[in-house]
C-alpha cells in the first residue's frame, strides 16, 4: 500500500522539466537523458525521469565537482 501511494504521488517529469530544474537549455538535457546520465522511463515514445533519478543524479555531480 505504501509503495502505491508513493507511485502515485511521484509525478514523472519531461525534459523540459529537467532543463528549467538544472537550468539547462533543453538540447543539454535531452543529451544528457540520451546518453545515460540520467535515467529515464520510457512510455512508448515519451521519456520521461523519476525525480528521485534526477535527485540522485544532481547528488552525484555535486560530488564529482566537489561541492562547487
Known sequence: MNDQNNIRNERLLKADDVSRILNISRALAYRL????????VRIN????????????????????????
Open 33 to 40: 537523458l540520451k546518453q545515460g546520465e540520467i535515467p529515464t
Open 45 to 68: 515514445h515519451a521519456v520521461r525521469v523519476k525525480p528521485a533519478d534526477l535527485e540522485e543524479y544532481i547528488q552525484r555531480s555535486h560530488k564529482t565537482l566537489g561541492g562547487m
